[in-house]
């Protein structure tokens, strides 16, 4: 099968189980993972991409990665460092990926949603304009993982 | 000066002079403050009931959920005093037969013994509340000469008129001479000292709860 | 002295009207507002206490408006104020203030110090001692539009982003649409989920709404730090889109003080009133609510509670609506202790969170948002603000304390009954 449009990404992800949820979402994130150098993100990703992690394993994780996530907020009138920014969202598609399913709702359209507006950061930080490819990317991400 | 002098003196020219100075002080300090004016509110109010100026004059009065507990001295020691004193001035023969010389009003009075009670009761407040603001961190850091001086001015009629009446240490001429000075003296400084309050107190109130009034909360 | 330090000082002489010539007259010294003031509460110490906030101010008014203090300065008795005493009032006045208001429901003479701290920040502002961070925001709101530089196409973007996840239009620029949302920048860049439930929110309620190109931006930054011309610039663009696309309501969204600068300053800025009303968003949503055009489903299950934000509650008079609308979707809401007007305030708000050297401060005074926390003993945190949000989960963090914090206008969101194109796709999803 072949996903075109976020309609049928969106409930395509809906579909997955909770560990297959985990595992798209860390392959979104990995795929934005360069703009971010924060090695508590970096751990989340990595953990989440295995399958046998433990519950206890999760928790340590989410609560760095959690810290990464608050640590990277613009503050209310600061200046917006679009690179910056773009770490917060991979953080936050980190911490969904570590997420207990209880809590986290829809975690692999979340995750996506959150790398494609870090890649939307980088590019206006390289006055790219707004304008990028991480959607169709994920489609075809998710597209390998069912044909598999 | 002997102290029959002394005390024809505070009673002739020195309340002449003390309630000249209060009189033209108080005008002229509320003229000062109250001219000044303020632009109005081009916003569009939300109006509330129970929210407005005339609310909060009355309702300042109260203290706010929490606030006793945080600083209880300032809230019992403040009412015990300041109802005495208003109990005292106002509620004392002596003292109404004298407004009643200078203005025609005048209105029963308590028993002196009531007078004397609420008297000791005010002065041992009084004390609690200077201790307090001693000890406090904040009530010190905040306090100046004034506030040391406008206690006194407060306490010394409070203490000087107890004193006459009770006959206490000193002649009664010069009690009673020493109580009308140290009146005077409260009067002569109230209107450019902190205890101006008692005049500008109502005002800040009103537009306290005017301002916030508009916005529709009762403050 | 130098020029703008003398520019300084007669800001300050203008700014002295009846009220805080009355407010200086009443102060005794009691020290009941540092007891209102968590700057104090929670650091114990009193330079602290609010109306010595106000020293610079108030000398000001001695020696311009009393008898005995004029008197002092002709006899060149009196001490004219100096660069280097506002210097060191930088930090009580906007490292360790947020104009949270809390002070001025306190005062037994009835003094409205927050008022006053407003208009101190105006002179500060001019002779030059405003904080570095927050003097850059507002330059950069009235150069670029946003205190955070975020420019059009980041909201064009981010649009893109909401349309995609929610499925639903985003109108940009709709001439006669009842409502013109405005955002801050801190949901543009942090919180986009709020677009995404005004989108939700406004299909169920079947209201016609509209983002304005050239005036997205709620945020006034002129506001926090006291420059009322900045702040004019500000409100004078929203009040221009608001009547070119011939609005009725502008709406403001979850940020303290853009409620604030828009309602309760904004016509005084421009010098008129406004021809369209003002609400916030909560006001709308309980209006919607009320009209039983909200219609809801499911309740959490946890216990939460509600952070009232200064700006909106105490300051903005929206005391209500997020009780009723809390209560439409939570089974077990607790208030906490001091709740409404009085509550107390996450520490961040009026430039503090942008101000890094009020950093350490502001988590010191968080202890007492911890403290209320803890007694409700509630699971989640509700409120209205981004700034707060932000700043609450850092104070969280902080205190290694694992609570959720969620805008209120999102949690209404989720729990909407859900659309006819989302029961489709269900269905679809079954088959």
């Given amino acids: 099968m072949s996903i075109s449009n976020d309609s049928e990404f969106k409930s395509a992800l809906n579909r997955l189980t909770p560990v297959q949820q985990r595992m798209v979402a860390a392959r979104f994130t990995e795929n934005v993972l360069s703009l971010c150098e924060d090695p508590r993100v970096v751990a989340a990703v990595n953990a989440a991409k295995r399958p046998d992690i433990s519950e206890a394993e999760l928790s340590v994780v989410f609560q760095a990665a959690k810290t990464a996530s608050v640590e990277t907020y613009t503050q209310c009138g600061k200046e917006a460092d679009w690179r910056n920014q773009a770490g917060h969202f991979v953080a936050k598609a980190a911490l969904l990926c570590v997420t207990p399913p209880e809590r986290a709702g829809n975690l692999a359209w979340s995750a996506a949603m959150n790398a494609r507006m870090a890649r939307t950061c980088e590019t206006i930080a390289n006055d790219q304009g707004t304008e990028n490819r991480e959607a169709e990317q994920q489609y075809r991400v998710l597209t390998e993982l069912l044909n598999q | 000066m002997n102290e029959l002098q002394f005390l024809t003196w505070v009673r002739g020219p020195g309340l002449d002079i003390a309630l000249s100075i209060f009189l033209l002080g108080v005008l002229w300090r509320l003229a000062e403050i109250y001219t000044l004016g303020r632009k109005a509110d081009l916003a569009a109010p939300r109006s509330r009931p129970g929210a407005s100026g005339w609310h909060t004059i009355l309702r300042r009065s109260l203290p706010p959920p929490g606030m006793v507990k945080r600083s209880p001295v300032s809230y019992i020691g403040g009412y015990i005093f300041h109802v005495g004193l208003a109990i005292i001035v106002f509620l004392f023969v002596p003292h109404i037969k004298l407004i009643e010389s200078l203005t025609g009003l005048a209105w029963p009075g308590l028993p002196s013994q009531v007078i004397d009670a609420v008297t000791v009761v005010t002065l041992a407040a009084m004390v609690v509340v200077l201790v307090d603001r001693i000890n406090k961190p904040v009530k010190r850091y905040l306090s100046t000469f004034e506030d040391y001086f406008t206690w006194t001015l407060t306490f010394l009629p409070v203490l000087t008129g107890y004193l006459a009446v009770k006959h206490l240490f000193l002649p009664y001429t010069t009690l009673l001479a020493l109580h009308i000075l140290t009146a005077e003296l409260l009067l002569i400084f109230l209107p450019f000292t902190k205890l101006f309050h008692a005049f500008t107190a109502w005002g800040s109130r009103w537009f306290n709860g005017d301002i916030n009034a508009k916005k529709g909360v009762p403050v | 002295m130098t020029a703008s330090l003398e520019k300084g000082i007669n800001v300050l002489k203008e700014v002295i009207d009846a009220p805080i010539a009355s407010f200086f007259a009443s102060c005794v010294h009691c020290g009941l507002c540092a007891e209102a003031c968590l700057f104090y509460t929670e650091s114990g110490d009193p330079k602290y206490t609010p109306i010595h906030k106000l020293e610079p101010l108030r000398r000001v008014y001695e020696q311009e408006y009393t008898l005995l203090g004029r008197i002092k300065k002709r006899l060149n008795l009196s001490r004219p104020l100096t660069d280097e005493e506002l210097g060191q009032w930088r930090e009580l006045v906007y490292d360790s203030c947020t104009l949270c208001g809390r002070c001025s429901l306190v005062c037994p003479v009835g003094n409205d110090i927050v008022y006053m701290i407003r208009r101190l920040r105006e002179g500060m502002a001019v002779a030059g001692h405003a904080p570095e961070g927050v003097i850059g925001a507002t330059k950069r709101t009235v150069e670029i539009g946003s205190p955070m530089g975020v420019r059009w196409p980041a909201v064009a973007a981010q649009i893109k982003h909401i349309e995609a996840d929610t499925g639903l239009e985003v109108p940009v620029d709709k001439e006669g649409?009842?409502?013109?949302?405005?955002?801050?920048?801190?949901?543009?860049?942090?919180?986009?989920?709020?677009?995404?439930?005004?989108?939700?929110?406004?299909?169920?309620?079947?209201?016609?709404?509209?983002?304005?190109?050239?005036?997205?931006?709620?945020?006034?930054?002129?506001?926090?730090?006291?420059?009322?011309?900045?702040?004019?610039?500000?409100v004078s663009r929203i009040v221009n889109g608001a009547e070119r696309l011939k609005v009725k309501t502008v709406v403001s969204p979850e940020c303290g003080h853009a409620y604030t600068a828009l309602r309760w300053e904004g016509p005084n800025l421009i010098g008129r009133p406004y021809t369209f009303e003002v609400l916030h968003i909560l006001e709308v949503l309980d209006q919607f609510r009320a009209?039983?055009?909200?219609?809801?489903?499911?309740?959490?299950?946890?216990?939460?509670?509600?952070?009232?934000?200064?700006?909106?509650?105490?300051?903005?008079?929206?005391?209500?609506?997020?009780?009723?609308?809390?209560?439409?979707?939570?089974?077990?809401?607790?208030?906490?202790?001091?709740?409404?007007?009085?509550?107390?305030?996450?520490?961040?708000?009026?430039?503090?969170?942008?101000?890094?050297?009020?950093?350490?401060?502001?988590?010191?005074?968080?202890?007492?948002?911890?403290?209320?926390?803890?007694?409700?003993?509630?699971?989640?945190?509700?409120?209205?603000?981004?700034?707060?949000?932000?700043?609450?989960?850092?104070?969280?963090?902080?205190?290694?304390?694992?609570?959720?914090?969620?805008?209120?206008?999102?949690?209404?969101?989720?729990?909407?009954?859900?659309?006819?194109?989302?029961?489709?796709?269900?269905?679809?999803?079954?088959?």
């Fill in chain 3, 177 to 234: 649409a009842e409502y013109m949302i405005l955002l801050s920048s801190m949901e543009i860049i942090n919180f986009p989920e709020y677009l995404g439930a005004i989108a939700k929110i406004m299909k169920q309620a079947g209201k016609t709404w509209t983002l304005c190109s050239d005036a997205f931006e709620a945020t006034n930054s002129g506001i926090q730090i006291g420059v009322s011309d900045i702040a004019r610039v500000i």
């Fill in chain 3, 291 to 431: 009209q039983g055009l909200l219609k809801t489903e499911g309740f959490e299950e946890t216990r939460l509670t509600f952070h009232d934000p200064c700006q909106i509650v105490r300051r903005g008079g929206v005391i209500e609506p997020q009780r009723n609308l809390l209560k439409m979707v939570a089974k077990d809401f607790v208030e906490m202790s001091d709740p409404g007007k009085y509550n107390w305030c996450c520490g961040g708000g009026g430039g503090v969170s942008a101000n890094e050297d009020a950093e350490a401060l502001r988590l010191i005074a968080f202890k007492r948002k911890k403290a209320q926390l803890e007694e409700t003993g509630a699971k989640t945190l509700v409120t209205a603000c981004a700034n707060c949000r932000i700043v609450l989960e850092e104070g969280l963090e902080h205190y290694q304390m694992d609570m959720p914090v969620v805008g209120l206008t999102e949690l209404i969101a989720e729990h909407l009954v859900k659309s006819d194109t989302a029961a489709k796709e269900a269905a679809a999803q079954g088959a």
